[in-house]
């Protein structure tokens, strides 16, 4: 069974720094695009940041460039997502998902949450002081 597990929200100040991390289980994420993606209330579901499935491609929100990094550990199944100088409008809801064979020449363009069918069930990140 495909599972993907989002943990490391919470709560933080303002300017303050979180690890997300997406842990895959059922299958290996080595052949996989792995994409972050937050839905705060009354907001849309938005893409922050996603890595390719074959050559390490990255994209990365405007609102969100030089303060995030995504990476990949295939050898620990898993994604994260670290954050720093978070804002009071990062706070949402932040979901992992995975979809095979997404690589570098699509990813490079776009983080869509309509390309991609596995998902977490996400986890809350709450920034405030």
């Known amino acids: 069974q495909v599972q993907l597990v989002e943990s490391g929200g919470g709560l933080v100040q303002p300017g303050g720094s979180l690890r997300l991390s997406c842990a895959a289980s059922?299958?290996?994420?080595?052949?996989?695009?792995i994409g972050w993606f937050r839905q705060a209330p009354g907001k849309e579901r938005e893409g922050v940041s996603c890595?390719?499935?074959?050559?390490?491609?990255?994209y990365y929100a405007d609102s969100v460039k030089g303060r995030f990094t995504i990476s990949r550990d295939n050898t620990k199944n898993t994604v994260y997502l670290q954050m720093n100088s978070l804002k009071p409008e990062d706070t949402a809801v932040y979901y992992c998902?995975?979809?095979?064979?997404?690589?570098?020449?699509?990813?490079?363009?776009?983080?869509?949450?309509?390309?991609?069918?596995?998902w977490g069930q996400g986890t809350q990140v709450t920034v405030s002081s």
């Open positions: 998902a995975a979809e095979v064979r997404l690589g570098g020449h699509y990813i490079r363009r776009r983080c869509r949450w309509a390309d991609f069918a596995s």
């Open positions: 059922g299958f290996t994420l080595d052949y996989y695009a």
């Open positions: 890595i390719s499935s074959n050559d390490g491609s990255t």
